[in-house]
C-alpha cells in the first residue's frame, strides 16, 4: 500500500510555536498533499506538492518533499489556537489518493 | 456555493435494514469517492467513480455497493448493514485531469448499527 504514514500521532505545543508533522510513504507518487479536519468534520485542503517539486509555501504553511526519502513534511509557523486540528497527508500514484491516519495537533492559548 | 452535500448526516439503523446515503456535488467534477473512517485508522476508500457509470472497489468495499448513474451524485448503499460498519462516512469529489486535483469534502454521515 502507498498509504501515507504521519508522524507524530499526536503534538501539543504552545501558541507561537512552530509545529512540524512528517509523512512516509512507500512507493513512487505523482503527487501529495496535505488536509486538515476539525474534530468530527470534513477534511479541507491544504496544498498540493508534486512529485517533481521540492518546497511548496501557502501563507503560514509550508510543505517538502523528498522523493528519494519518499517523506514530506508539513510546517505550521507561528500557530494559533484555531490551528488545533488533525493533519493528514494523502499521496497519489498508481491509484487514486490514499490518505494516512493523521496528525492531531493541539494548540495551546 | 460549490459544496459537497451528503444526507443524512446523523442515523441510528438495526443490523440488515437496508440504507442508502446520498452524496451529491455541484461542481461538475468527474471523480467522486467514498471514505470511512475510524478512530485509529484515518480515512479508508471504500469505493471511486472516476466519471458516470465507471466504479471501482477501494480499499474496504466489503458490505457496500455504490453507483454513478448522474454525474452528481454518488449514493452509498449498505443492503444489510452490520455493526462492525458503524462509522463516520465521507463523500469527496474532484475534477481528474493528466493530474490531480484537490478533494472536496462533505460534511460526513454518522452511523451507528445497532
Known amino acids: 500500500s502507498q498509504q501515507g504514514e504521519e508522524d507524530p500521532q499526536a503534538l501539543s505545543i504552545q501558541e507561537g510555536e512552530n509545529a512540524t508533522m512528517n509523512c512516509s510513504y512507500k512507493t513512487s507518487i505523482n503527487n501529495l498533499q496535505w488536509y486538515r479536519q476539525n474534530s468530527g468534520r470534513g477534511l479541507v485542503h491544504l496544498i498540493l506538492?508534486?512529485?517533481?517539486?521540492r518546497e511548496k509555501h501557502s501563507g503560514r504553511l509550508r510543505v517538502t518533499l523528498d522523493t528519494s526519502k519518499k517523506s514530506s513534511s508539513l510546517l505550521i509557523t507561528a500557530s494559533r489556537a484555531a490551528d488545533t486540528a488533525s493533519y493528514f497527508c494523502?499521496?497519489?500514484?498508481?491509484?487514486?489518493?490514499?490518505f494516512g491516519k493523521g496528525t492531531r495537533l493541539s494548540v495551546i492559548a | 456555493e460549490a459544496q459537497v452535500t451528503q444526507n443524512p448526516r446523523y442515523l441510528i439503523t438495526v443490523t440488515g435494514k437496508k440504507l442508502t446515503v446520498t452524496c451529491s456535488q455541484n461542481?461538475?467534477?468527474?471523480?467522486m469517492s467514498w471514505y470511512r473512517q475510524d478512530p485509529g485508522l484515518g480515512l479508508r476508500q471504500i469505493y471511486y467513480s472516476m466519471n458516470v457509470e465507471v466504479t471501482d472497489k477501494g480499499d474496504v468495499p466489503e458490505g457496500y455497493k455504490v453507483s454513478r448513474k448522474e454525474k452528481r451524485n454518488f449514493p452509498l448503499i449498505l443492503e444489510s448493514p452490520s455493526p462492525n460498519q458503524t462509522s463516520l462516512y465521507f463523500c469527496?469529489?474532484?475534477?481528474?485531469?493528466?493530474?490531480?486535483?484537490?478533494?472536496?469534502f462533505g460534511p460526513g454521515t454518522r452511523l451507528t448499527v445497532t
Open positions: 506538492i508534486r512529485s517533481n517539486e
Open positions: 494523502a499521496t497519489e500514484g498508481n491509484t487514486p489518493l490514499v
Open positions: 469527496a469529489s474532484s475534477f481528474r485531469g493528466t493530474t490531480s486535483y484537490e478533494q472536496y
Open positions: 461542481m461538475n467534477h468527474e471523480y
